[in-house]
């Protein structure tokens, strides 16, 4: 099962790249139970720019279970990452070959995830014990297909915490071909935290990521973990090559709109402009509208949306008025438009425009 890694160097890996990546400047992390279609639909709006990751989705689901359930996502959310959850090279190789057919920008494979059902997969943040095997992955998938093939790690597992050890994973799995590395700055403890402790707990070390970029400067490196504002996107871009979001991008979406639009301040020569929140869920309606006419039950939606307005005078009665209609029978598109502060100016707009 293990790749044959001697005389294959870094400088080798990065030779036979040959497709063009899509930019990391700024990304939106792969998130259970959180970043389905319709989640990443509505952050597109916000982000026009950033790159897309769906849930963890495993080997075992593809191969074995209902692929367009969980491989179908809209034409709009691209660019998008598939992210795998794996640990046999041939699984992951004929998954990464679905990536491909269903018309991915990215494979991604997850070494970072804590959650006990992982482990007992043998697959997640377990595997940064096992570089080797990650490695013979990478090239099994580099092989089956065309796509960036990156990898999401943590820093350390339970006692191996050190630099070195991430040093190795990293240095071994770069050796089979991968070029992009998205690394969670936090440690991973398998036993005794749960998911989410795992997200909170365990102490930032920004700087081990800062190191491995300035080690292997030929390598992309993107950093997650903690990064809420603006300011903390661009501190650490000074020091590695992208940012990648998670509970912020969720919580306070309209974070995003901002740092997007900074962060790409001119595109193809023109200052990139700022959504309203109004405009943005107007924006989101036709998205909306096709979702419920498929049979989709508003509430699958509408939960994505409820930190829209965080912060702003009535975004507490546009979370009670989604929190509390969305989940009635036959719930519409009128349930999400009146939950809106100023719903009626707005709704006056919408028709005017489509009257036009």
């Not at 809420?228 to 501190?235: G, I, M, Q």
């Not at 979702?291 to 005078?313: E, F, M, N, V």
Request: aromatic share 6%.
């Amino acid at each position: 099962m293990a790749v044959q890694l001697t005389g294959f160097s870094l400088l080798t890996a990065f030779a036979t790249t040959s497709i063009a990546p899509p930019a990391r400047r700024l990304c939106i992390a792969p998130m259970m139970d959180w970043s389905d279609t319709h989640c990443r639909s509505f952050h597109r709006l916000l982000a026009p720019h950033a790159l897309l990751y769906t849930e963890m989705v495993t080997t075992g689901a593809l191969l074995h279970g209902d692929v367009a359930r969980h491989l179908r996502f809209d034409a709009g959310e691209h660019p998008l990452a598939l992210q795998l959850g794996g640990s046999e090279p041939d699984a992951l190789a004929r998954c990464a070959e679905m990536a491909e057919a269903w018309n991915y920008d990215e494979v991604n494979l997850n070494c970072g995830c804590p959650s006990d059902r992982v482990q007992e997969g043998s697959f997640g943040a377990c595997l940064m014990r096992e570089p080797e095997r990650v490695a013979a992955s990478v090239a099994a998938m580099r092989r089956a297909t065309s796509l960036p093939v990156t990898v999401k790690h943590r820093i350390g597992v339970d006692d191996c915490e050190d630099y070195a050890f991430m040093r190795h994973f990293v240095e071994s799995v770069a050796a089979a071909g991968c070029t992009v590395f998205i690394v969670h700055a936090r440690k991973a403890w398998l036993q005794g935290l749960s998911p989410r402790e795992n997200r909170e707990i365990p102490p930032l070390t920004y700087e081990h990521v800062y190191r491995l970029k300035q080690d292997y400067p030929q390598l992309t490196i993107v950093i997650n973990g903690g990064i809420r504002s603006l300011a903390d996107c661009e501190t650490h871009l000074a020091q590695v090559d992208g940012v990648m979001l998670g509970r912020e991008a969720y919580e306070n979406p309209y974070a995003l709109a901002a740092i997007d639009a900074a962060l790409f301040a001119v595109i193809g020569g023109t200052p990139a402009s700022m959504p309203t929140r109004d405009a943005v869920l107007a924006a989101y309606r036709p998205y909306v509208e096709r979702q419920l006419a498929a049979g989709t039950p508003l509430k699958h939606i509408s939960r994505h949306l409820l930190g829209l307005y965080r912060g702003q005078a009535g975004g507490r009665q546009f979370r009670r008025t989604l929190s509390e209609r969305a989940h009635q029978p036959g719930a519409g598109i009128d349930v999400l438009m009146n939950a809106m502060p100023r719903a009626q100016d707005m709704l006056n707009v919408v028709d005017e425009r489509a009257a036009a």
